[in-house]
């Protein structure tokens, strides 16, 4: 009897598929604002054919740079960055091209440009390694 049961029980085991769990690893980089805010309210990461959200973000002791983190899924997707304001109450939307995830960090630099002929503009420059 009891050879019975651990035969089944053996079957069992060797039959029952096993379940690994996925790891994720999360697209990250840093963001550093050289606009006359010198603030990142926060980061909007916008996958495109997957979940948008909230980028996780840690300050390097003040706010004017940040390292951020966000699973994008390995999708291609842009971030929003608020400068300036509050969380809650951005003062400037800024936004990067598409990026794709090939396993880089980001990392993001904020520029500010004014002249006395066009309105202020915010633009971002790129680099991964």
């Known amino acids: 009897m009891f050879r019975k049961l651990k035969s089944i029980i053996f079957a069992t085991l060797l039959l029952t598929p096993t379940v690994m769990p996925m790891t994720s690893l999360a697209t990250s980089g840093s963001i550093t604002d050289y606009t006359p ?13 997957g979940d948008s959200g909230w980028a ?7 706010r004017q740079k940040v390292s951020w983190s966000y699973d994008t899924e390995g999708l291609p997707f842009c971030l929003h960055i608020g400068v300036g304001g509050s969380p809650e109450n951005w003062g400037h939307n ?6 794709v995830d090939k396993g880089k960090r980001f990392y993001i630099d904020v520029h500010y440009s004014a002249s006395s002929w066009n309105a202020p503009s915010y633009f971002t420059k790129v680099r991964t390694y």
């Open 37 to 49: 805010s010198g603030y990142i309210a926060g980061v909007w990461v916008e996958v495109y054919d």
């Open 56 to 62: 996780y973000i840690s300050p390097y002791g003040s």
């Open 94 to 99: 800024v936004h990067t091209p598409t990026l």
